[in-house]
């Protein structure tokens, strides 16, 4: 029979409690009954403006929302001066700590996403960055009234590329990265390369609005796309972003972008020990195969910008590794819960294994990157595997006071706008779908 394991912590004791499947509806009461673990709605920000700033440069799937950044940052940032992401994504957080003040380094393993951070967190001049886009709408005027005549252009290795893009949208991309090879200023470069890789996403086949690489059913019918206008489009909304993040930034604050995994070591030479004022990340939810897809999201981008093993992002971000040996975490919830779902399916419980035991590295790694009285923000959602609800938030704060950290508060916010696909298939049968996250769960832990 499936179980469901949790705790509701004291500060002296845990008062462990088994329940049965059914009463994980009750699931969300008894988490309000742990100290300092509060649903506040105040957090939601249901009509904010998440696309200020160059928060509106890139989609990215499960983004963090700025707001909820910025809280943060306003409630236990106050005096930082660096901080670190160690899952930035399109660099949310990066972007808000530099905009009061706060040096930011983010990892990514998606070249995709460190493309889009760093180039959110990139000054440019804007009258140079505006000579430019002149030049190359000038460029590509004159390509579609024939006057200058097209060089033959090459076009990158892109797997089953017939299926994904139609010949002229093929050509098209092809001569808009010709031409921006040919910049020589590296941010501006960078910066044509993000709108780049929205309209690649937007003129190929693809259904969008989905995670998964998932062709349109109707491309068929579909009008020929204009490649150059959603180019020009996607490059003044961006320079928009660009002038208003370069008004609003704070002292000369920057962001730097790597690829290291937290899993395997963070490099010292990158950020020594104890150097870290605040941590502000959303780590993947353990569903990058199934649901969360950032490589199958980003593959097609990644392939036309020439970034190597494109297609093997999925396999290397943290779980992608399947685990065959047993293990036993330092989170007693943890390990109660993966007994429930191998229970109920042996292999998806080698998958929570395997996330979790890189989940648990990186965040003993994470911890010794934080000086004494800095502060851990980690963004979670509790996914559903077979049934069972995995209470990644309680999991979060246990692995932390495992490295001398204590667990100050926990917020339970609603998510109307962050960007998830709404029903999931947890059970990987197909035509079995279950609502995914409704919430999300910011975990704050504070270094002894
Ligand atoms: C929830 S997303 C972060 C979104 C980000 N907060 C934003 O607003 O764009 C999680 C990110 O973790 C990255 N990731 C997964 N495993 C990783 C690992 N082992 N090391 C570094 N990044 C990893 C994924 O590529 C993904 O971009």
């Known amino acids: 029979m499936g ?4 705790n509701i912590n004291t500060k002296s004791k845990q008062l ?3 329940a049965t499947k059914n009463e994980n509806s009750n699931l969300l009461e008894n988490y309000k009954l ?4 509060t649903t506040d709605e105040s957090w939601d920000f249901r009509k904010s403006n998440t696309k200020e700033f160059t928060h509106c440069y890139h989609p990215y799937p499960a983004m963090m929302i700025p707001q909820v950044a910025r809280r943060i940052l306003n409630d236990y940032g106050k ?6 992401d160690p899952f930035c994504g399109t660099g949310t957080s990066l972007v808000e700590a530099n905009l009061v003040g706060i040096n930011a380094i983010g990892t990514d393993i998606n070249p995709l996403a460190r493309l889009i951070a760093s180039t959110k967190t990139s000054k440019i001049d804007i009258q140079v960055l505006e000579l430019f886009l002149q030049d190359f709408i000038n460029y590509f005027f004159s390509i579609s009234f024939q006057i200058e005549k097209v060089k033959s252009v090459i076009i990158p290795k892109v797997k089953n590329i017939d ?17 921006i090879e040919g910049i020589n200023d590296p941010s501006i470069r960078n910066f044509f390369k993000v709108a780049f890789s929205e309209t690649v996403r937007e003129t190929s086949f693809v259904k969008q609005g989905e995670f998964k690489l998932v062709r349109n059913k109707n491309f068929k019918d579909s009008r020929e796309p204009d490649v150059f206008g959603v180019m020009i489009i996607k490059l003044s909304r961006n320079k928009q972003g660009l002038v208003e993040f370069e008004k609003t930034l704070k002292n000369d604050s920057h962001a730097s972008v790597y690829g290291f995994n937290t899993v395997s070591n963070i490099p010292k030479e990158i950020i020594k020990e104890s150097s870290i004022d605040i941590v502000v990340t959303s780590p993947p939810y353990g569903d990058s195969k199934t649901t969360v897809a950032y490589g199958q999201y980003s593959r097609l981008s990644n392939e036309w910008l020439g970034y190597e093993e494109a297609n093997q992002v999925d396999n290397i971000l943290m779980g992608g590794v399947k685990r065959k040996h047993k293990h036993t975490f330092k989170s007693d919830i943890l390990n109660d819960v993966i007994l429930t779902i191998q ?11 395997s996330f979790f035991e890189d989940y648990e590295k990186s965040i003993n790694n994470v911890s010794k990157t934080l000086r004494k009285g800095g502060i851990a923000c980690y963004v979670v959602g509790n996914r559903t595997v077979k049934g069972s609800s995995i209470p990644t938030d309680e999991i979060t704060s246990q692995l932390f006071e495992e490295n001398n950290f204590t667990h100050i508060e926990t917020i339970i916010r609603n998510i109307p706008n962050k960007r998830m696909p709404s029903k999931n298939s947890p059970s990987n049968v197909v035509g079995v779908t279950a609502s995914t996250m409704k919430n999300e769960y910011i975990v704050v832990c504070q270094k002894n």
Do not use: M
């Open 163 to 179: 299926f994904w893009f139609s010949k002229n949208v093929q050509q098209k991309l092809g001569v808009l990265l010709d031409y």
């Open 34 to 37: 742990r100290e300092n673990v």
């Open 3 to 6: 179980r469901e394991v949790f």
């Open 343 to 353: 229970d109920e399916d042996k292999e998806r419980g080698r998958d929570v294994i």
């Open 79 to 84: 005096k930082s001066k660096t901080l670190f």
């Open 16 to 18: 462990k409690r088994v």
